[in-house]
C-alpha cells in the first residue's frame, strides 16, 4: 500500500492540515494519509502544547469525515523524545509491504540536513514537500536534485496553493475572544470551546 503520514504538534489541527492530507491522498493515489500528532517534538521544547489526550481528540474529530485520512496514535503510544527517523524504522518494520510517504513543508526540504539522522528518513519513505509561502519552484526542484543525488532520495513535489492559517495564529485569535469558525473544522471549535483550550489565563 501506498501510505502518507502526516505529522505534527496539531496545537491544534486545522483547515490547513486537513487540506493538505487530502490533496497529497488525491495527487500520489495514496491508499490512506495517518495523521500522526507527535507526543513530545524535539524542535517544540518549552512551547506551550496542550495536552496529547486533548490534541489527539480534535485530530480524531477532524479527520471523521475524510475517508482517505485515518488518525494514527502511533507515536503518542511511545515515550520520550521522537525523532521521525525512529518512527520511520518502526513503521517500515511493522509494515515492510508499505511505500511510506512522509508530507512536509517546502521549508523543510531545504533544514532536513539537520534533522535527526536525515540519511534514515530518507532511506525509509518518499518525501513528499509541499509548497509554503509560494517557495521558489527553482529553488525547490535544485533542492530535490542535491537530496536525490546525495542521499538517493525519493522525493515527490506536491502542488499545494498557499493556505495562510497556522497553529500560532489560532491559539492567539482564542485568547483574545475572536471567531475561529473560518480556520477550523466548526466540531474543533466545539471541542476547543467546550473545553477551555487556549483561551487567556
Known amino acids: ?44 521544547a518549552g512551547t506551550c502544547i496542550v495536552d496529547a489526550k486533548h490534541r489527539s481528540a480534535m485530530v480524531r474529530i477532524a479527520v471523521e ?24 524504522a518502526l513503521l517500515k518494520a511493522e509494515h515492510p509491504e508499505n511505500e511510506y510517504y512522509f508530507i512536509i513543508g517546502a ?48 522525493i515527490e513535489l506536491l502542488e499545494f496553493p498557499d493556505i495562510p492559517i497556522s497553529s500560532t495564529m489560532i491559539r492567539e485569535k482564542v485568547a483574545a475572544g475572536e471567531a475561529i469558525a473560518a480556520y477550523v473544522p466548526e466540531a474543533v471549535a466545539l471541542y476547543m470551546a467546550e473545553n477551555n483550550l487556549y483561551v487567556a489565563r
Not at 28 to 37: D, G, R, S, Y
Not at 66 to 82: A, K, N, T, W
Not at 124 to 147: I, S
Request: proline share 6%; aromatic share 10%; net charge neutral.
Open 107 to 154: 521549508d523543510s526540504l531545504f533544514s532536513i540536513e539537520k534533522w535527526y539522522h536525515p540519511e534514515k528518513v530518507m532511506e525509509f519513505c518518499y518525501l513528499v514537500a509541499a509548497g509554503r509561502n509560494q517557495q521558489n519552484m527553482a529553488a525547490l526542484k535544485k533542492q530535490q536534485d542535491y537530496l536525490t543525488e546525495k542521499y538517493n532520495a525519493k
Open 1 to 44: 500500500m501506498k501510505v502518507g503520514i502526516l505529522g505534527g504538534t496539531f496545537n491544534p489541527i486545522h483547515n490547513g492540515h486537513i487540506k493538505l492530507g487530502v490533496e497529497a491522498a488525491r495527487q500520489l493515489a495514496l491508499n490512506h494519509v495517518l495523521v500522526m500528532p507527535s507526543a513530545n517534538p524535539p524542535h517544540k
Open 65 to 88: 469525515p475524510y475517508p482517505e485520512l485515518v488518525f494514527s496514535d502511533f507515536e503518542l503510544q511511545r515515550e520520550g523524545i521522537i525523532y521521525s527517523a525512529d518512527t520511520l
